[in-house]
């Protein structure tokens, strides 16, 4: 229990349904503070009193567990690494992975209960992923890494309800997180400042900003806060020689370098993928069709999936732009997720492949 409005529905919803039910707040923070600011960060003192209440309401025992030294290793330290690295993380999937459904699952294993349940908006049928009823707040993508060992001590209560008829369930419920708002961006950067918080994490590490034939055309402190696909708050003082709009196409942290170009730089075509997780079918042993989602928010593309000796390779039927190394490739059979993967590599090109 978060301490907002869809883990006390779920939480409460799990009690009508029959089920024996603890709720559990998780501590995530060394240095939790007061307030949240606005609809930024979460896991503050705030939240936690707010699950505590919630719990009371529904009338479920409320235990609060410290997970912050696991999730400053998994998740945070994670975070930075890979921002270091020249990636882009999705720290909520991260999360996910390594937290709710590793760390506090196997602890409520041991301890006797069977599930872990969650406000997460996903459906689960026969064990297998699937997208929510409400596409606009549809958490399949970042649920797509887990195992099918995960999902199935999994409970997504609210996968087939619309955000709005929460609210208004919670409100009935006399829940007073009814009208809380949603958190937003990454929960553990409250004022949502990610490349400051990097810069205190890595320090200041200048390089240049260079075009498509490697002119230098600017300076940066630190790769660590681009990303491919970025367009604002690139601080080159020279426009383009064709005055049109100018994006981050690579980011080379060895070289310290930031690579920036026209919007058709961003096309891609193939995607490599490693780390792969199979949950809606069997390893592909020939290449599939089906639609790919390459960020939390991203539009699914029509594509060509295959397995190739440990990892995915994923040939798009048209071009995507803004896809960074570091985020999930989630492949859909409609709404079935079939598989997910981290993006390794992208191509313009595609190499020949055929689906049967």
């Given at each position: 229990?978060?301490?907002?409005?869809?883990?006390?529905?779920?939480?409460?919803?799990?009690?009508?349904?029959?089920?024996?039910?603890?709720?559990?707040h998780?501590?995530?923070?060394?240095?939790?503070?007061s307030?949240?600011?606005?609809?930024?960060?979460?896991?503050?003192?705030?939240?936690a009193?707010d699950?505590?209440?919630?719990?009371?309401v529904?009338?479920?025992p409320?235990?609060?567990?410290?997970?912050?030294e696991?999730?400053?290793?998994?998740?945070?330290?994670?975070?930075?690494?890979?921002?270091?690295?020249?990636?882009?993380?999705?720290?909520?999937?991260?999360?996910?992975?390594?937290?709710?459904?590793?760390?506090?699952?196997?602890?409520?294993?041991?301890?006797?209960?069977?599930?872990?349940?969650t406000?997460?908006?996903?459906?689960?049928?026969d064990?297998?992923?699937?997208?929510?009823?409400?596409?606009?707040?549809?958490?399949?993508?970042?649920?797509?890494?887990?195992?099918?060992?995960?999902?199935?001590?999994?409970?997504?209560?609210?996968?087939?309800?619309?955000?709005?008829?929460?609210?208004?369930?919670?409100?009935?419920r006399?829940?007073?997180?009814?009208?809380?708002?949603d958190?937003?961006?990454?929960?553990?950067?409250?004022?949502?400042?990610?490349?400051r918080?990097?810069a205190?994490?890595?320090?200041?590490?200048?390089?240049?900003?260079?075009?498509?034939?490697g002119?230098?055309?600017?300076?940066?402190?630190?790769?660590?806060g681009?990303?491919?696909?970025?367009?604002?708050?690139?601080?080159?003082?020279?426009?383009?020689?064709?005055?049109?709009?100018?994006y981050?196409?690579?980011?080379?942290?060895?070289a310290?370098?930031?690579?920036?170009?026209?919007?058709?730089?961003?096309?891609?075509?193939?995607?490599?993928?490693e780390?792969?997780?199979?949950?809606?079918?069997?390893?592909?042993?020939?290449?599939i069709?089906?639609?790919?989602?390459?960020s939390?928010?991203?539009?699914?593309?029509?594509?060509?999936?295959?397995?190739?000796?440990?990892?995915l390779?994923?040939?798009?039927?048209?071009?995507a732009?803004?896809?960074?190394k570091?985020?999930?490739?989630?492949?859909?059979?409609?709404?079935?997720?079939?598989?997910?993967?981290?993006?390794?590599?992208?191509?313009?090109?595609?190499?020949?492949?055929?689906?049967?």
């Amino acid at each position: 229990m978060s301490g907002g409005v869809d883990s006390a529905t779920a939480a409460a919803r799990a009690v009508d349904a029959g089920h024996e039910v603890t709720g559990v707040h998780l501590a995530l923070s060394e240095n939790p503070s007061s307030y949240r600011t606005g609809a930024r960060g979460c896991c503050t003192l705030e939240d936690a009193r707010d699950a505590r209440r919630a719990a009371d309401v529904i009338g479920i025992p409320f235990y609060v567990w410290d997970m912050a030294e696991r999730f400053r290793h998994d998740v945070v330290d994670d975070f930075v690494a890979e921002y270091a690295a020249g990636r882009t993380p999705n720290p909520c999937l991260r999360c996910n992975e390594k937290i709710k459904f590793a760390a506090v699952l196997d602890r409520a294993l041991a301890l006797g209960f069977d599930a872990v349940c969650t406000g997460h908006y996903a459906r689960l049928v026969d064990g297998v992923l699937h997208r929510a009823a409400d596409p606009a707040k549809d958490q399949s993508y970042v649920l797509a890494v887990l195992t099918s060992r995960q999902l199935s001590h999994a409970m997504f209560p609210l996968g087939d309800t619309p955000k709005a008829e929460v609210r208004a369930e919670a409100a009935r419920r006399g829940l007073m997180v009814a009208d809380k708002p949603d958190s937003h961006d990454v929960c553990f950067i409250a004022d949502g400042d990610t490349r400051r918080f990097l810069a205190r994490q890595l320090g200041e590490a200048p390089g240049d900003i260079v075009d498509q034939s490697g002119a230098v055309v600017g300076e940066h402190d630190g790769a660590f806060g681009f990303t491919v696909g970025q367009r604002r708050g690139l601080r080159v003082g020279k426009p383009a020689p064709d005055g049109k709009p100018r994006y981050v196409l690579d980011i080379e942290p060895v070289a310290r370098t930031v690579t920036i170009g026209p919007a058709s730089g961003l096309d891609v075509i193939e995607i490599t993928g490693e780390r792969p997780v199979w949950t809606g079918c069997a390893v592909p042993e020939a290449p599939i069709r089906g639609l790919v989602q390459l960020s939390a928010h991203g539009q699914p593309i029509e594509c060509t999936a295959s397995a190739e000796e440990g990892g995915l390779s994923i040939r798009l039927e048209h071009p995507a732009r803004g896809v960074a190394k570091g985020q999930a490739a989630v492949v859909y059979d409609g709404d079935r997720v079939l598989g997910s993967a981290t993006i390794a590599a992208t191509a313009r090109t595609a190499r020949l492949t055929t689906a049967r």
